[in-house]
């Protein structure tokens, strides 16, 4: 699984809303400047996550993005593979048939790929933006915490 630009700052994007929610809208200049993504890109990011059902928008002076639904029932695998289609490492993995090879049925990679797309789709599909909200809101806390001497 490789993730792209685009997949790198829909995933920003998509936490930083996560970090929001409940709160009001996000403006599209605050996204760009947390997730340090071009304003440009971004609004291609966000039509995308719009289209998606991720996200929806509300127009106008105090206007911005917001996420559809809660933090907790959005998973970073289902983004993934919106933003960047599947994510298996070869057309094979996963399938009971595949026409397209002739070594198919005594492959050895094939299994070793399966088992790669079921290692990454556990940790995928498990975490959520909330989890990674909590993550995020821990770090900073911490970070408070810290005291220094010299």
């Known amino acids: ?8 700052y829909a995933l920003k994007t998509l936490l930083e809303l996560a970090l929001s929610y409940n709160k009001g809208v996000v403006s599209i200049h605050n996204l760009a400047r947390k997730g340090d993504i071009p304003v440009k890109f971004l609004e291609q990011v ?18 911005g993005y917001f996420l559809t639904k809660p933090p907790e029932k959005i998973t ?3 983004a993934v593979r919106f933003i960047e289609g599947p994510i298996e490492p070869l057309a094979c993995a996963v399938r009971d048939s595949y026409d397209e090879c002739k070594d198919f049925s005594g492959c050895v990679f094939k299994e ?11 940790v995928i599909d498990t975490a959520t933006f ?3 909200a909590r993550r995020v809101n821990a770090r900073q806390t911490e970070r408070r915490d810290c005291t220094y001497s010299i």
């Open 1 to 8: 699984m490789k993730i792209s630009y685009k997949g790198d």
């Open 112 to 122: 070793l790929l399966d088992q790669v797309y079921t290692a990454t789709s556990l």
């Open 76 to 78: 970073v695998g289902e």
């Open 46 to 63: 966000l039509l995308t996550l719009k289209r998606g059902g991720f996200v929806d928008s509300k127009r106008g002076i105090s206007g």
């Open 130 to 132: 909330a989890e990674l």
